[in-house]
Structures are given as C-alpha cells and as structure tokens.
Nanobody, 115 residues
C-alpha cells in the first residue's frame, strides 16, 4: 500500500520560512519523480516544484528563487523549503509521486501566510 504523508505545514508571517516534508512508503522511492503541488481556494492545483530520481529539479516560476526542493532517498522523504513567503503562497500543499502511469498523492498540508 502506497502512502505519502505530508507534515510541517502551518501558519507563518509574510517573509517567513517553512519546510514541509513528505514521507513515502510502499514505493521504490529512489526511482520516482517526486513533486509538490498546491491548491488555493477557488484555484486549480498547480505544480510548485519537482525532483527526478537523479536529483534534477524543476521549480515553478511563481516560487523560483524562494522555494527549493530536495530529497533523501535513504529516508524516502522529499522536502520543500519555502523562504520569503507571501500571502499568495497560502494553499494546501500536496506531495506527489510519479513513475510512468503510476501517480500517487498525499492528503495535503495547509500552509497559511498571514500577519
């Protein structure tokens, strides 16, 4: 059974930092492309960042220069470091694991940026 469990969300002030984590089980983690998506109320889910099994990253334009994605294959965990947070970053952040036609999602973690 595949499980992706996000943690680390919460409330942070504008300009602050937060790191969210996603622990995976039930998959051969190292060969999966791992990604973070987010969905704000009334908006479509969008890709924030992804990282291939070899470590190549893709960062969304709206967060480039502020967010970084990394992975620890030994811990089967992917991280999203979010710096210089803005109110428009407020959303539910979802972890994704993808390999060919296989596509798995976590339950999401809420990130709220507000003073």
């Amino acid at each position: 059974q595949v499980q992706l469990v996000e943690s680390g969300g919460g409330l942070v002030q504008p300009g602050g930092s937060l790191r969210v984590s996603c622990a995976a089980s039930g998959i051969t983690f190292s060969i999966y492309t791992m990604g973070w998506y987010r969905q704000a109320p009334g908006k479509q889910r969008e890709l924030v960042a992804s990282i291939l099994g070899g470590g190549t990253t893709n960062i969304g334009d709206s967060v480039k220069g502020r967010f970084t994605i990394s992975r620890d294959d030994a811990k089967k965990t992917v991280y999203l470091q979010m710096n210089s947070l803005k109110p428009e970053d407020t959303a539910v952040y979802y972890c994704n694991a993808r390999l060919g036609n296989l596509n798995f999602w976590g339950q999401g973690t809420q990130v709220t940026v507000s003073s």
